[in-house]
């Protein structure tokens, strides 16, 4: 069989579109109906059946698919040993799912490492989306994501940072020159940054603290906080430690310990399941990792009135 229809047929499985095969493998999606095509006819069947948007494997395509992929990867480690990964020529596209604070936090770091051996490598940040970055990374959608989440499926993955938490609030708040003890941040009023992907976290080790909050205030971005709470002293936000430090050097904010034990919330870098170009993705990785771990993040345009949003 061609080898190009094996690779047409590991990308059409993994992204369940004709569309995005065609992207991955830089053909027109009119190429890859053609291989289809002839998939179809060496195998004796259809493969991928239209469900709605997308073309959903047969029992026959499941059963060959984690083989061809194999094969697939055996192939390009053979041949990446023989030529390796030459960034300095090359010019791909790497994808790469940020939150709005991971941009504001990292991209200037990313840029300036990638870029310094990679001239003509391009980059294109996707918008982070935890619900469906497992969907993303197992079908190639993105190469790598930054996040906090606990994700189930079988990818790569690496702690890059560990991040703790504090309690801020105004210098002005009755709490501020206090001791915050459990019962005193239980009874005061709290404001939380809503899609922050490390609050699970923080609300299990208070559930495991015996403390349950109910926040007066609900927010969708993190840059919403600092003046809020200068401007609303009854306030007080459990936020990163490296943002709120930030923020205090510049406003009138006290940050304290929290009152229950958390542990640092693991930053982790996934790197997507890969059936071709590997050695292009462990370069890729391996640079994110180190630019990441390498700097405690570009926050500072936070208090200039940016609006981030969430790990």
Do not use: C
């Not at 870098?269 to 170009?277: A, D, F, P």
Request: hydrophobic share 50%; charged share 20%.
């Amino acid at each position: 069989m061609d080898l190009n229809l094996v690779r047409v047929f590991v990308a059409i499985f993994e992204t369940r579109s004709l569309t995005l095969a065609g992207e991955r493998l830089y053909v027109t999606q009119s190429a890859v109906s053609q291989s289809l095509g002839r998939l179809r006819a060496e195998l004796d069947d259809p493969l991928f059946e239209r469900a709605g948007r997308e073309m959903r494997p047969t029992a026959v395509a499941d059963g060959l698919f984690a083989s061809f992929r194999d094969a697939l990867m055996a192939i390009d480690r053979a041949v990446d040993a023989v030529h390796g990964f030459d960034a300095a020529a090359s010019d791909r596209v790497f994808r790469i799912a940020l939150s709005e604070l991971g941009e504001i936090g990292w991209l200037a770091n990313l840029f300036d490492a990638i870029h310094a051996v990679a001239p003509r490598v391009r980059i294109e940040v996707v918008p982070l989306d935890v619900e469906r970055l497992e969907e993303w990374l197992q079908r190639g959608t993105v190469d790598l994501a930054v996040t906090p989440a606990d994700l189930p499926g079988e990818f790569e993955r690496l702690i890059v940072k560990d991040q703790a938490y504090v309690a801020a609030m105004s210098s002005a708040h009755p709490l501020a020159t206090l001791d915050l003890t459990p019962e005193r941040f239980l009874g005061a009023d709290h404001v939380v940054v809503a899609g922050d992907s490390g609050l699970p976290l923080v609300e299990a080790a208070m559930r495991r603290a015996g403390l349950t909050l109910e926040p007066l205030v609900r927010v969708q971005h993190f840059a919403t906080l600092p003046h809020l709470l200068v401007d609303t002293p009854r306030l007080i936000a459990t936020v990163p430690a490296s943002i709120a430090q930030g923020w205090a050097a510049t406003l009138p904010l006290t940050l304290h310990k929290l009152p229950f034990p958390l542990a640092p919330v693991a930053l982790r870098l996934y790197q997507r399941r890969t059936s071709q170009h590997a050695g292009a993705l462990a370069w890729f990785a391996t640079t994110v990792a180190q630019a990441i771990a390498g700097t405690t993040g570009e926050f500072d345009s936070i208090r200039a009135g940016g609006a981030p949003g969430v790990w």
